[in-house]
């Protein structure tokens, strides 16, 4: 009986598990990675309070994506210091995907004025994509004589520094639309800061502030109620809530424009198949027609970009606000 030669059966057992390796590693990298994810449930840092907005929006899109790719996709609250201790922990988190930072306009006003926060947005997160933008009107009491942006900036500039502008603290986003209109219409008005937002609502419905800066969702309301007399929408168009306000812009201040916003980044070094994935999807929900219904409802629309997009989106809104940091000397205390 004719013997096998075992060693050439195992250099041939060899060789065949060697090209098998060889066809895996050979496949493109996105088949690998985004094939395999999301193995466990991830982790989405929402890095201000619960039941503000960033939060809203991160549990509403926490829900979507846990039913897209049957996965538990859990948002995580780490409030604290203006946002900087939630994004500080996203910054340290490992790069593979499981973590997720909710982000919102406020970060570009940290990363501005904060400069002892442990982390640089830009360098420590690479951008997901963007999900939803709302406006905010700006609006008087209705003691105030002024009934269209034009006659209001005439009024500032009749008593300088008379006039008082409400805000949410010390470089919020109405802290900095507030200078912002006062660079761009010359006027001279005076910054009243409280510890958020209810306060400044509440007092400029009470008469105690003339002006404010606020939310369409928030303030529309009270708007309606005659509570506050609205003068103008920030935003590039018209709001669905008020759409007899004209814009700031075209209402007196041409090329105002202020937004804010919310989106989605990840750990600097998240695979690039996991963000390309997760963007693509995110995408895909933010088409879908009851989901821009459902936000229209609440006046904010969906905004729709690729990774690289969102990049040059957050620089182009650091640039644009360092500038009216700079010109308006603001500082954090």
Do not use: C
Not at 117 to 136: E, H, N, Q
Not at 229 to 235: D, N, P
């Amino acid at each position: 009986m004719r013997q096998v030669d075992l060693r050439h059966l195992n250099l041939g057992r060899r060789l065949a598990m060697t090209i098998a390796v060889v066809a895996a590693t050979a496949l493109p990298a996105a088949a690998q990675t985004a094939g395999q994810w999301p193995e466990r449930p991830v982790r989405m840092i929402v890095p201000l309070g619960a039941g503000g907005p960033a939060d809203l929006v991160g549990r509403y899109i926490a829900q979507q994506l846990g039913e897209r790719f049957k996965q538990s996709f859990f948002i995580e609250n780490r409030p604290g210091a203006a946002g900087i201790i939630g994004t500080a922990e996203a910054a340290k988190a490992a790069a593979d995907g499981y973590t997720l930072l909710v982000v919102a306009s406020p970060h570009v006003n940290l990363e501005i004025l904060s400069t002892n926060k442990p982390y640089v947005l830009m360098r420590d997160f690479v951008p997901v994509g963007m999900t939803f933008s709302t406006d905010a009107i700006l609006v008087v009491h209705p003691a105030v004589p002024a009934k269209s942006v034009t006659e209001l900036i005439a009024l500032a500039k009749s008593k300088p520094g008379a006039l008082t502008y409400a805000s949410s603290g010390p470089g919020s986003n109405k802290h900095l639309g507030g200078e912002l209109f006062k660079l761009m219409s010359g006027t001279d008005i005076l910054h009243v800061a409280y510890k958020g937002s209810t306060g400044a609502r509440n007092d400029i419905i009470g008469g105690h502030v003339q002006m404010m800066f606020d939310e369409v969702p928030s303030v529309a309301p009270n708007v309606k109620a005659g509570q506050v007399r609205a003068l103008g929408v920030t935003g590039a168009k018209r709001s669905n809530a008020l759409p007899d306000v004209p814009t700031v812009s075209e209402a007196g201040v041409p090329g105002y424009e202020h937004t804010g916003w919310f989106g989605i980044m990840a750990p600097t070094g998240t695979p690039k198949p996991v963000v390309d994935l997760l963007n693509a999807e995110i995408r895909a929900m933010l088409a879908r027609p009851d989901v821009k219904a459902y936000w229209a409802k609440q006046d904010t629309e969906t905004m729709s970009m690729t990774p690289a997009e969102t990049d040059a989106f957050l620089r182009a809104e650091i640039e644009k606000w360092t500038k009216v940091v700079k010109a308006a000397n603001i500082k954090l205390e």
